[in-house]
């Protein structure tokens, strides 16, 4: 993740804002609103403009992701190239399925909100659309998520952690 994190913050550095490197960062899978809070203690952006970029940037593609991504996925697993590609990527999301399977809401918005390796929005978006989850339970489970990792995340980053212990 640093080294992604790297890459975009001196890649885009005086080409755009630092605000729109965050912003760009919490939309990219792998990184999202995590990789963005990290950049942007980095960059010294302050916390609550940090966190707003972050959370925004992170649920821009959450509907996207909800609605298309199945019939997408269906429509590549009809071509001999993206084949392949597609089947590793919905048996890796799928491999992560019973906490959201079990508890569908609430599962949906810990397995987001927990910042682990593997988890997020990118990837509880997707088994959520693989699970035939109807959008109006998932896209708030997600939003949820998206809020609650970014007050641990906040905590971590922005060295919180202090001003409770």
């Known amino acids: 993740m640093e080294s992604l994190i790297n890459w975009f913050t001196t890649t885009l550095d005086g080409v755009?804002?630092?605000?729109?490197?965050?912003?760009?960062i919490s939309m990219v899978p792998i990184l999202e609103l995590r990789g963005g809070l990290i950049a942007s203690k980095l960059l010294g952006i302050e916390l609550l403009p940090a966190t707003g970029l972050c959370?925004?940037?992170?649920?821009?593609?959450?509907?996207?992701?909800?609605?298309?991504?199945?019939?997408?996925?269906?429509?590549?697993?009809?071509t001999r190239l993206f084949k392949p590609m597609v089947e590793k990527l919905?048996?890796?999301?799928?491999?992560?399925?019973?906490?959201?399977?079990?508890?569908?809401f609430w599962g949906l918005?810990?397995?987001?909100?927990?910042?682990?390796?593997?988890?997020?929005?990118?990837?509880?978006?997707?088994?959520?659309?693989?699970?035939?989850?109807?959008?109006k339970k998932a896209f708030p489970a997600t939003i949820l998520g998206i809020?609650?990792?970014?007050?641990?995340?906040?905590i971590f980053s922005y060295g919180l952690l202090g001003l409770f212990f």
Do not use: H
Not at 57 to 72: E, K
Not at 127 to 135: D, E, K, Q, T, V
């Open 55 to 78: 959370i925004l940037g992170n649920i821009i593609p959450v509907p996207f992701i909800l609605l298309f991504i199945t019939p997408i996925f269906n429509w590549l697993k009809g």
């Open 109 to 135: 918005m810990l397995f987001v909100g927990i910042p682990l390796p593997g988890t997020g929005a990118w990837t509880g978006s997707l088994i959520a659309s693989l699970l035939n989850i109807p959008f």
């Open 147 to 154: 809020l609650l990792a970014a007050v641990i995340v906040d």
């Open 16 to 24: 755009v804002s630092k605000e729109v490197i965050v912003f760009i």
């Open 90 to 104: 919905e048996n890796k999301a799928m491999g992560k399925k019973e906490q959201i399977e079990k508890y569908q």
